[in-house]
């Protein structure tokens, strides 16, 4: 069984910055594209990042240069360096693992991330 642990959610203002963290339970952590995912009250969970094993990045545009995914293969973990954070960047944050075949589909357990304006 697969699972997600994330960390680093928490309360920031405006501005400010915070870096997510994502533990995975795989044992072969290089055959997973890993991203981040958010979810806003009232609204719909939507992409934030991707990242695949070997480095390749994906980010939806409203986070373009603000924030960062990586990822560490050895320690099987992923992460998200968020800065300029603004109030509209609030929402749980999830950490999500796919399978480049798709056998596979895991999610984490989501980190809340609030902004104050």
């Known amino acids: 069984q697969v699972q997600l642990m994330e960390s680093g959610g928490g309360l920031v203002q405006a501005g400010g910055s915070l870096r997510l963290s994502c533990a995975a339970s795989?044992?072969?952590?290089?055959?997973?594209?890993a991203g981040w995912y958010r979810q806003a009250p009232g609204k719909q969970r939507e992409l934030v990042a991707t990242?695949?094993?070997?480095?390749?990045?994906t980010y939806t545009n409203s986070v373009k240069g603000r924030f960062t995914i990586s990822r560490d293969n050895a320690k099987n973990s992923v992460y998200l360096q968020m800065n300029s954070l603004k109030a509209e960047d609030t929402a749980v944050y999830y950490c999500?693992?796919?399978?480049?075949?798709?056998?596979?589909?895991?999610w984490g357990q989501g980190t809340q991330v609030t902004v104050s304006s």
């Open positions: 999500n693992l796919l399978r480049i075949d798709r056998k596979g589909n895991y």
């Open positions: 795989v044992s072969i952590f290089s055959i997973y594209v």
């Open positions: 990242i695949t094993s070997g480095g390749s990045t």
